[in-house]
């Protein structure tokens, strides 16, 4: 057993010395392991589309202005893994095609897809995104009608403004909108942060995460809500015309010169504080933590409820 046991330990050592030496040679690229072999490809469609359906896995997706007038897509293709392309009634589809056998599932994949649409104008309707863990980057300068986005393990980063709604939901990933407006905003993530910033919104925004943070600068909108597990939630200079409501297990709420004409607050395990910009009527209540707010009497409500937390809310310029 000793002697079998030595004999392992050798030639353990000896596959570590061989793979180091391997990586070396290779200059630590681990996309030259690969096992399947790639090209790059363009497609040039016959017209710009109006809507856009796009349904992968692992490649990022990310729109970029065309400069020629012509509507492309360049993406990765291999013999068994690609990207079918169509243009039918107004609508691009873009579908992974994935022909391997299961056995050729086993491999060394190195190489991140890339998905890259160019488009020539300006104004669209509808984008449909469902994608596992490639990320998703919608830049600024485009208007859609829609933005629908599904996602397993990705990161999503909207600048572009819609004319009716964002919706954004995935499993694991932060979720990054900036700079745009819409009618109404719905994002949920299990694992991720939610972010944005100078966002405006003529309805409802919603965020909803069961592991993350929320934080909202600059952002306008008629009504404001936000529930989750565990996570904190920072507002800057956040102003909703009606109803904000936050509600947390686990958490800090953090006000810094924001605003609602009704404001109600529910945590748990989370202190509730900052500075709001208008006098407010306050009911609060925590179990062991202290409470300090302004003895206003006019003005909306601002309803307050913590157990191990305490409660420090001031009115701007008071």
Same mark, same amino acid.
């Given at each position: 057993?000793?002697?079998?046991?030595?004999?392992?330990?050798i030639?353990?050592?000896?596959?570590?010395?061989?793979?180091f030496?391997?990586?070396?040679?290779?200059?630590?690229?681990?996309?030259?392991?690969?096992?399947?072999?790639?090209?790059t490809?363009?497609?040039?469609?016959?017209d710009?589309?109006?809507?856009?359906?796009?349904?992968?896995s692992?490649?990022?997706?990310?729109?970029?202005?065309?400069?020629?007038g012509?509507?492309?897509?360049v993406c990765?293709?291999?013999?068994?893994?690609?990207?079918k392309?169509?243009?039918?009634?107004?609508?691009?589809?873009i579908?992974h095609?994935?022909?391997?056998?299961?056995y050729?599932?086993f491999?060394?994949?190195?190489?991140?897809?890339?998905?890259?649409?160019?488009?020539?104008?300006?104004?669209?309707?509808?984008?449909?995104?469902?994608?596992?863990?490639?990320?998703?980057?919608?830049?600024?300068g485009?208007?859609?009608?829609n933005?629908?986005v599904?996602?397993?393990?990705?990161?999503v980063?909207?600048?572009?403004s819609v004319?009716?709604q964002?919706?954004?939901?995935? +499993?694991t %990933?932060?979720v990054? @909108?900036? =700079? !745009?407006?819409?009618?109404?905003i719905?994002? &949920?993530? $299990? /694992? *991720? #942060?939610?972010?944005?910033?100078?966002?405006?919104?003529?309805?409802s925004?919603?965020?909803?995460? +069961?592991? %993350?943070?929320?934080? @909202?600068? =600059? !952002?306008?909108?008629e009504t404001?809500?936000? &529930?989750? $597990? /565990? *996570? #904190?939630?920072y507002?800057t200079?956040?102003?909703?015309?009606?109803k904000?409501?936050?509600?947390?297990?686990? %958490?800090?709420?953090?006000?810094?010169k924001?605003?609602?004409?009704?404001?109600?607050?529910?945590? $748990? /395990? *989370?202190?509730?504080t900052?500075?709001?910009?208008?006098?407010?009527?306050?009911?609060?209540?925590?179990?062991t933590?202290?409470?300090?707010?302004?003895?206003?009497?006019?003005?909306?409500?601002?309803?307050?409820?913590? $157990? /191990?937390g305490?409660?420090?809310?001031?009115i701007?310029?008071?």
């Open positions: 057993m000793k002697k079998w046991l030595i004999a392992a330990a030639l353990l050592g000896v596959g570590l010395i061989i793979g030496v391997s990586l070396v040679l290779l200059d630590y690229d681990f996309t030259k392991l690969n096992t399947i072999n790639y090209e490809k363009t497609y040039e469609l016959a710009d589309p109006t809507d856009i359906v796009i349904n992968t692992t490649d990022n997706i990310k729109f970029v202005h065309s400069e020629d012509k509507c492309k897509v990765l293709y291999s013999e068994k893994m690609y990207n392309i169509d243009e039918k009634d107004g609508t691009l589809t579908e095609v994935d022909e391997r056998k299961w050729e599932n491999g060394i994949f190195g190489k991140t897809g890339s998905l890259t649409v160019y488009l020539p104008s300006d104004k669209y309707g509808t984008l449909t995104i469902k994608t596992s863990t490639g990320n998703v980057t919608i830049p600024e485009f208007e859609f009608e933005v629908f599904q996602g397993s393990t990705c990161d980063s909207c600048k572009s004319k009716d964002i919706k954004i939901e995935q +499993s %990933g932060d990054e @909108l900036y =700079g !745009l407006s819409a009618e109404k719905y994002i &949920t993530t $299990s /694992t *991720g #942060d939610i972010k944005a910033e100078s966002v405006n919104v003529s309805g925004f919603a965020a909803h995460v +069961s592991t %993350g943070k929320v934080v @909202l600068t =600059g !952002l306008r909108c404001l809500l936000s &529930t989750g $597990s /565990t *996570g #904190d939630v507002l200079n956040t102003i909703a015309s009606g904000l409501s936050i509600e947390r297990d686990t %958490g800090d709420v953090c006000f810094n924001s605003d609602a004409e009704s404001i109600i607050v529910k945590t $748990s /395990t *989370g202190n509730v900052g500075s709001l910009l208008s006098e407010k009527i306050f009911f609060t209540k925590t179990s933590g202290k409470i300090s707010v302004p003895k206003t009497t006019s003005g909306g409500t601002c309803d307050i409820t913590t $157990s /191990t305490r409660i420090t809310i001031t701007e310029g008071n």
